[in-house]
C-alpha cells in the first residue's frame, strides 16, 4: 500500500473532479489548498491531510482516509475520504439551491422576447431625459 499519492491523482480517483486535467488545473488556479496553502498538482498527499477545495461560493473540506491512484467505483469512495466541511459552508449550499428556484418555472424554455424587454425594464429601468421638461415657462 502506497503512503503517499500525488494530489491531482487522488482527487480524479475519488471523483471530485471528472479528469485528472480538471484536477490538476484547479490546484494551478489555487482552488485547492491543504493547511491554508495553494497545493501544485505534484504535491504528495498522506492519509490524514485534509484537503479544501473552492468552487464559489462554497469551500469543501475531505479528509483523506486511503490513498489511490486508480479511479474507483462511486460506492467505494466514502472508505477513501471522508466530507468534513462546516456547516456554515453547507448552508450556503442550501440557500444557492433556494435562490435557483425563485425564478422561471423549469422546462419552460427560454423568456420571449417581450418577457426579455419586462425583465430588462423591471431591473433596469428607463427614465425620460430631463430635457424634455421645461419647467420655467409660464
Known amino acids: 500500500m502506497k503512503t503517499e499519492v500525488r494530489i491531482d491523482k487522488w482527487l480524479w480517483a475519488v471523483r471530485l473532479f471528472k479528469t485528472r486535467s480538471l484536477a490538476a488545473e484547479a490546484c494551478k488556479k489555487g482552488k485547492v489548498s491543504i ?17 479544501c477545495i473552492r468552487r464559489n461560493p462554497v469551500l ?4 483523506v482516509l486511503a490513498l489511490s491512484e486508480n479511479r474507483m467505483n462511486a460506492k467505494l469512495v466514502p472508505d477513501f475520504m471522508k466530507n468534513v466541511t462546516t456547516p456554515d459552508q453547507l448552508e450556503l449550499i442550501e440557500l444557492g439551491k433556494m435562490a435557483g428556484h425563485a425564478g422561471r418555472d423549469k422546462g419552460t424554455g427560454r423568456p420571449t422576447k417581450k418577457e426579455r424587454r419586462d425583465l430588462d425594464d423591471f431591473f433596469e429601468p428607463t427614465f425620460t431625459d430631463g430635457d424634455d421638461w421645461n419647467f420655467d415657462e409660464d
Open 35 to 51: 493547511q491554508g496553502t495553494s497545493v501544485k498538482p505534484s504535491r504528495n498527499i498522506k492519509i490524514g491531510d485534509v484537503i
Open 60 to 63: 469543501y473540506s475531505f479528509k
